[in-house]
């Protein structure tokens, strides 16, 4: 596939011209600029209305996986009603004695197939690729337990001496083209209301709501070191987790695993799945402004390493797979690369050549991480082996 010739756009450089010098240039200006662009453009306004909210805790075992975790299922219901709700699943390890740091992220199928703990609720919304004999009509059965173990490698997570806390997507909305009336997102909409307005959210950014709002509530958890979590997510997910983190500076730490298009690629490079594909696709992902920009991404007035660099200082760590080059690897390494320059300001290192690394030799000593996997598009244990040890520097 050829790559056209192309500009980004110069993330060191005012809406007006001015040149962006310094961190406190970045902070006081160019970076709101960003944010409001992406807002306008792309992921669409999050709202700012504030919802009445009831936290209830549904189960809590502190002698989980044979002792090694103690386990809460807290549920978080919105607006007053017992419709809308997301329920939190939370593995914290036993053998730390002192708050724990921990991996947030949303996961796609419901909680109960993170692990094959028997005590995890199995949820009873519907699931987009749920199939029999997991799901009956795409909802889960006692079938679907564990069935992504390898993408969430508890065990591993515990062992380093992190929490894990996850919650499946579909709770906040339905990831399907009809679904913006069903979900989280009416609760913010205007009498009469039955679908976003052009430059208001979508899915992702419902999504990327919800990853705060479980924020809000890891604060408040006495057993977690709520100035240590770090957002994750892979694919679509990843790319809900560089909008969270670009919009929440709480998260400490924010990790895209093969978020591709809308994530972490340049889609200046026009490379795998475009934005055309991608909208036409899933057109309730992102704003329908955002689409406006099909076939014309040097019109777009950001880029996606511009969506990275909202996330410094804090650490950023991209993960792509040799396989998957609908997700377009090398332009995902590009967007950390050239995000690199905001880090700069910091006098903090970003990835140090433009040239991507060989499959499974991960790079980045400095604030921003990165590797290419050998395989295809996943999240699996030898990721999570990085995340920690990237963690761990910046944790620990």
Known sequence: MNIPNYTLPDVLASNNGTAIKTSADWENKRRQEILELFA????????????????????????????RATRKQVRIYFGGDDKHHFDLLIYLPNQSKK??????????????TVHSDPGIFISDRWVRYGKEPEYVNNVATNASRGIETDQWSVEKILSAGYGLVTMYYGDLQPDSSNSAGAGIAPLFYKPGQMTPESNE?????????????AMDFLEKEKAVDAKKVAVIGHSRLGKTALWAGAQDKRFAMVISNNSGEGGAAITRRKYGETSAVMNKSFPHWFSANYKKFDD?????????????????????????????????????????????????????KGLETEN????????????????MRQGIHDITPYDWDQYIRFADRFFK
């Open 40 to 67: 306008q453009h792309v992921q669409g306004k999050t709202p700012q209305k504030k919802i009445e909210s009831r936290i209830v805790l549904r189960d809590k075992n502190t002698n989980a996986l044979n002792g």
């Open 99 to 112: 708050k724990v740091p921990v991996f947030l992220g949303l996961n796609f199928s419901g909680n109960q």
């Open 201 to 213: 959210w979508g899915a992702i950014g419902v999504w990327a709501w919800a990853l705060s709002r």
């Open 296 to 348: 014309k991404e040097d019109e777009l007035p950001v880029d996606y390493h511009e969506l990275i660099a909202l996330i410094a200082p804090r650490p950023v760590y991209i993960a792509s797979a040799s396989e998957d080059q609908w997700a377009d690897p090398t332009g995902e390494y590009l967007g950390g690369y050239h995000a690199g320059k905001v880090y700069a300001l910091y006098s903090l």
């Open 356 to 371: 991507p690394p060989p499959a499974n030799q991960p790079v980045g000593d400095g604030h921003i991480g990165y590797h």
